[in-house]
Nanobody, 130 residues
Framework: QVQLVESGGGLVQAGGSLRLACAAS????????MGWFRQAPGKEREFVAA????????YFADSVKGRFTISRDNAKNTVYLHMNSLKPEDTAVYYC???????????????????????WGQGTQVTVSS
């Protein structure tokens, strides 16, 4: 069982920055692919970003590309979502998720679908004011 706990959400003005963190339990965090998703009011949850276990492969939704980055610290069992140039439309509850599939190191595939992730955090609210 993997437990994920997000932190770092809050209220920020448009153009500002936030860093979300997701701390994971378990001794095999370094093997997980970690993803971030978000759900805005009245909308379905959507993919934001993901990072493979080694940190070598990342993938971003078009809506955040160039503004968000994702990183991980396997020694701390933590994945981060660095959000810059925030817009009001980034307002949402942000969830981190873990995919425990072991991918070949030669593969650059990054899972982007919700069903590919087995474990989810409780979410953290991000509100961007205009």
């Amino acid at each position: 069982q993997v437990q994920l706990v997000e932190s770092g959400g809050g209220l920020v003005q448009a153009g500002g920055s936030l860093r979300l963190a997701c701390a994971a339990s378990g001794r095999t965090f370094s093997t997980y692919t970690m993803g971030w998703f978000r759900q805005a009011p009245g909308k379905e949850r959507e993919f934001v970003a993901a990072i493979r276990s080694s940190g070598g492969s990342t993938y971003f939704a078009d809506s955040v590309k160039g503004r968000f980055t994702i990183s991980r610290d396997n020694a701390k069992n933590t994945v981060y979502l660095h959000m810059n140039s925030l817009k009001p439309e980034d307002t949402a509850v942000y969830y981190c998720a873990a995919d425990t599939t072991i991918y070949r190191s030669s593969s650059s595939y990054v899972p982007k679908m919700q069903f590919e992730y087995e474990y989810w955090g409780q979410g953290t609210q991000v509100t961007v004011s205009s």
